[in-house]
């Protein structure tokens, strides 16, 4: 059977995408995989403590440009939506940084002067937390774009198990490179005002994807109704509610998990595990 | 001799826009006789690369020099390559601007600023 794929994401950052990602993988144990794709800022190791056995660098393909053969015709920063490559003067400069990897200036360059030259953006290492397979990514710091090394992680999905993706806050292209293509969305928010307008991007982004999904409250009892009345407006089950508890907070400060110090909770996730499974085989 | 200067206006009294990439105008004018030509600057609003491209459009109307509030990295590097001087840190209007280098009191810069 085909593991189910869960992303887990939210509009608004810092509403618990980690600690529901961590505390729903680590009762699945062998069964499950965890990927880190928040590779701007991946933390979910600090509550796994795996033990890294692979590391890999990630490099982007990026034009190089051998100025003896070039003719200076500027067909390759004609066909350039991006300015990675520019012809001015009596010299052709190239941007990597703003390069996007579309091999099209390689493609038109009719004197065969350039030629591709990988680019470091960042580095994935993979390892076990008792029996968990962990897998994440580094974005090299002072690197831009993100998603490709996003699309990288996302290779190392093991279908034969359910892959938990923790995926980067907010609703641009590293959220979509997170999201894309998963089984199901769990948006985590909190009843503010600034977690119901982020959810509400966040939802339309898993809308246009079209993939089902369910609503997670954290720090449930704080705030207003809102989110719930959002969530039946649209249709969106919410699937777990986290009260705003001091214990859970202080779990979380320590680097520990809920399910680990809570048993109940350990309960509670994997009914969760459990209701996406049945949502997601209805769909 | 042409110097492109970065612009909030389209005239010589107008203040002198402190970005290069995204200021609204770009004016070029010959100091010699101060005739210029005023264009609208179609980069400005570009999501990324608009310091390059407004490099390339002074470059194609034969600016030699530029001057400008700030000029960051990647914009110096494609005058640079088109063999045109930058006078960044600049303030006040076109025309004073253009006086002073006339006058020789305008260093080029030493490297770029801000991105």
Same mark, same amino acid.
């Not at chain 1, 993988?25 to 590779?39: F, N, R, Y």
């Not at chain 1, 719930?228 to 699937?239: H, N, R, S, T, Y």
């Not at chain 1, 705003?244 to 907070?249: E, L, V």
């Given at each position: ?10 509009? /608004? ?39 890294? @056995? ?31 490559? !520019? !012809?001015?003067? /009596? ?61 990288? #992680? ?41 977690? #119901? ?28 109704? =809102?989110? /719930? ?42 009914? #969760?595990?459990? $209701? ?8 | ?20 990439? =995204? ?22 609003? #570009? ?12 470059? $194609? ?26 006078? $960044?840190?600049?303030?006040? @209007? ?22």
């Amino acid at each position: 059977m085909k593991g189910m794929i869960i992303s887990v994401a939210s509009g /608004k950052g810092g509403t618990g995408k980690t600690t529901i990602a961590t505390n729903l993988a680590v009762p699945l144990s062998e069964k499950a995989q965890l990927l880190d794709c928040d590779v701007e800022q991946p933390n979910a190791h600090l509550f796994l403590n795996p033990t890294f @056995t692979h590391s890999v660098k990630v490099t982007v393909p990026v034009p190089h440009v051998d100025e003896k053969k070039c003719n200076l015709c500027g067909k390759c920063a004609e066909i350039c939506q991006f300015k990675a490559i !520019v !012809v001015i003067g /009596k010299s052709v400069l190239t941007f990597p940084d703003m390069c996007h990897s579309c091999g099209g200036c390689v493609e038109v360059c009719p004197e065969k002067a350039i030629t591709e030259r990988g680019r470091e953006v960042g580095l994935i290492e993979r390892g076990y937390a008792d029996g968990l397979d962990f897998v994440h990514g580094r974005l090299r710091v002072g690197e831009a774009m993100s998603p490709p090394l996003i699309k990288k #992680l996302r290779t190392y999905q093991d279908t034969s198990k359910a892959t938990i993706i923790d995926a980067p806050p907010g609703t641009s292209c590293p959220v979509i490179a997170a999201m894309k293509g998963t089984d199901f969305v769990l948006l985590v928010t909190e009843p503010t005002p600034f977690g #119901l307008y982020d959810l509400k991007l966040a939802a339309g982004a898993v809308r246009i994807l079209g993939i089902p999904c369910g609503i997670i409250i954290n720090r449930s009892d704080l705030g207003d109704n =809102r989110v /719930k009345e959002f969530a039946d407006e649209e249709g969106i089950p919410v699937l777990l509610e986290i009260p705003f508890d001091r214990r859970i907070a202080e779990i979380y400060s320590r680097g520990e998990l809920i399910v680990e110090v809570m048993p109940e909770w350990k309960e509670r996730f994997l009914g #969760l595990y459990e $209701s996406i499974t049945r949502i997601a085989n209805r769909d | 001799m042409k110097v492109a200067v970065s612009s909030t206006g389209p005239d010589l009294d107008s203040q002198i826009d402190p970005r290069f990439g =995204r200021c609204s105008y770009f004016i070029i004018i010959n100091p010699e006789d101060m005739a210029f030509e005023v264009y609208p600057n179609e980069n400005a609003s #570009l999501g990324g690369g608009a310091g390059i491209q407004s490099a390339q459009f002074v470059a $194609s109307k034969g600016a030699q020099v530029v001057i400008t509030g700030n000029c960051g990295p990647k914009a110096m590097k494609a005058l640079e390559a088109a063999g045109i001087k930058v006078i $960044s840190n600049q303030t006040g @209007t076109v025309r004073e601007a253009i006086e002073q280098f006339k006058e020789g009191r305008l260093e080029p810069a030493s490297g770029p600023g801000g991105p």
